[in-house]
């Protein structure tokens, strides 16, 4: 999507998720909770959020990489279990 307009702007894309997702690997309880034990955060300079939930110590699951303007709670299928 960036990188139609602007291979710079796709690098600036890329690192600020990979910033919120270094942040929510280190420190996962910083984020913003939701529903059903999950956290969001958000990217700096981009519309983006970041939904993730903690499984243990080591492990932090990701649900989604969303748009601001996305419809809320559209990724709460994801959380569901098999």
Not at 12 to 27: G, K, M, P
Request: with cysteine; hydrophobic share 40%; proline share 5%.
């Amino acid at each position: 999507m960036y990188a139609r307009k602007s291979l710079a702007l796709e690098s600036r894309f890329v690192a600020a998720i990979s910033v919120v997702l270094t942040r929510v690997s280190n420190y996962p309880k910083q984020g913003n909770p939701t529903v059903l034990g999950c956290r969001w955060m958000k990217t700096a300079k981009f519309r983006y959020i970041i939904y993730y939930r903690e499984i243990s110590s080591v492990t932090i699951q990701v649900f989604a990489i969303a748009h601001g303007s996305r419809r809320p709670g559209y990724w709460l299928r994801r959380t569901r279990r098999p």
